[in-house]
Structure formats: C-alpha cells, structure tokens
C-alpha cells in the first residue's frame, strides 16, 4: 500500500483545507484509514478515522465538529475536511492505513503510513 497524501498549505484562521489521501495501488478499500498530524516539536497525535464501510468514525475531542473524515473507496481516496482552522492546526498532517476495517485511534493500530503534507495556519 502507498498512501499519498495532498491538499496542505497556508491558509488564514478561520480558513478551511480539504485534505486527500490516495492509494493509488487501490488496496486499502478493506482498511480503516486514520488521519494524524504531527507538529514541530510535538508527538505525533491522532485526528480522525474512518472505518473502512465508511462508519463508524473517530475524531479527537479537539477536532470535532470542525473535521470531517470521509472517503470514496470507487476512488480509493480519503478526505479529511477542515473547518475553522486556527494556527493551533499547524502541522505536517499524515494519512494511514489501519491492519483492520474499524476505526482506530492509537498508532500503533495502522500499518500504512503516508508521506505527510503539510498544513499551516497563520493568524
């Protein structure tokens, strides 16, 4: 499985991003796919899931309502719709491919990993 991840850059506070993972080797319509992000400095923290039927989804507390995760497995590609960004949303944002169909939150339940794409936020 490859994962490519597209869709960062620099937006404003308040502004929103659409962010698109692919697999272009199209294998991972049976897998959860989680998104990650990772700022300078700062572990790597989770932000959104989607299990592999679509439902059930995950999202971390500080996220909800303002992400949505999404995906079109006829496209083989992942969404992650941003909302409300702040500069607090900074960082390289990563998709990944889970070892199972259900969501997940913890790192170590994905297997794939993509390279990151990333998102700054300026105020």
């Known amino acids: 499985v490859q994962l490519q991840a597209s869709g960062g850059g620099f937006v404003q506070a308040g502004d929103s991003l659409r962010l698109s993972c692919a697999d272009p080797?199209?294998?991972?319509?049976?897998?959860?796919v989680g998104w990650f992000r990772q700022a300078s400095g700062k572990e790597r923290e989770f932000v959104a899931a989607?299990?592999?039927?679509?439902?059930?989804?995950q999202y971390a507390d500080s996220m909800t309502g303002r992400f949505t995760v999404s995906r079109d497995n006829a496209k083989n590609t992942v969404y992650l719709q941003m909302n409300n960004l702040s500069p607090e949303d900074t960082a390289v944002y990563y998709c990944?491919?889970?070892?199972?169909?259900?969501?997940?939150?913890?790192?170590?339940?994905?297997?794939?990993w993509g390279q990151g794409t990333l998102v700054t936020v300026s105020s």
């Open positions: 990944a491919a889970a070892y199972g169909p259900i969501a997940a939150t913890s790192t170590d339940r994905y297997r794939y």
């Open positions: 989607i299990s592999w039927r679509g439902s059930p989804t």
């Open positions: 080797r199209r294998t991972f319509s049976n897998n959860a």
